[in-house]
């Protein structure tokens, strides 16, 4: 935001105590990826309402799916890592 990387905000900088990890989204294809997932998180909608969505084509849907699984994987990592 505004050129700064997240750990140089002030939000993390005052509660960087309080951070157990910091998980990146990766930067994906903004044609088909990217429009994918930055359309249900501009809708406010869950992974799962998304898929359950059938007025959603089926490439949209399996595109959601592969980034869902991505970002969960990352996710369950991190936690191995920390307990």
Partial sequence: MNGKQF???KAYVDNKGRVSAI???PHYKPETFGKD???ILQSKFT???ALKNSALPV???QRLTI???QL???IENVAAVLT
């Fill in 7 to 9: 750990e140089e905000m």
């Fill in 23 to 25: 998980i990146r989204i």
């Fill in 37 to 39: 997932l930055s359309e």
């Fill in 47 to 49: 992974f799962d309402e």
């Fill in 59 to 61: 490439m949209v849907r």
């Fill in 67 to 69: 980034i869902r699984r």
């Fill in 72 to 74: 969960f994987t990352n």
